[in-house]
Nanobody, 124 residues
């Protein structure tokens, strides 16, 4: 059973940076699409960013475009979310998702693999 293990969350001041990691273990039998969602207290889960299986195509929510960068290292089965210029609106639990055949887009879709979530807190 493939598991997604997330790391890199924490607390940071506004304007700061964090990098989240999401590692699939063991290696899936097919390179998956991977992406990130987040859920703030009292709000619904929302899409943040996604990357296709080849690592070429990347999509971002309007709220993070230009500040966040998603990437992946196929040799490590790991996706990364580099987050810069963080502000209080970015405070949330961030979840990694992966799927062998479906692009990561909808926060309410039952993708094959989910991470446990990692807390990101931005203080002003």
């Amino acid at each position: 059973q493939v598991r997604l293990v997330e790391s890199g969350g924490g607390s940071v001041q506004a304007g700061g940076s964090l990098t989240l990691s999401c590692t699939a273990s063991p290696r899936p039998d097919r390179t998956p699409y991977m992406g990130w969602f987040r859920q703030a207290p009292g709000k619904e889960r929302e899409f943040v960013a996604a990357i296709d299986w080849s690592g070429v195509s990347r999509t971002y929510a309007d709220s993070v475009r230009g500040r966040f960068t998603i990437s992946k290292d196929g040799s490590k089965n790991t996706a990364y979310l580099q987050m810069n210029e963080l502000n209080s609106d970015d405070t949330a639990v961030y979840y990694c998702a992966a799927d062998r055949s479906r692009p990561i887009v909808r926060p309410d879709y039952p993708y094959q693999y989910w991470g446990q979530g990692t807390q990101v807190t931005v203080s002003s």
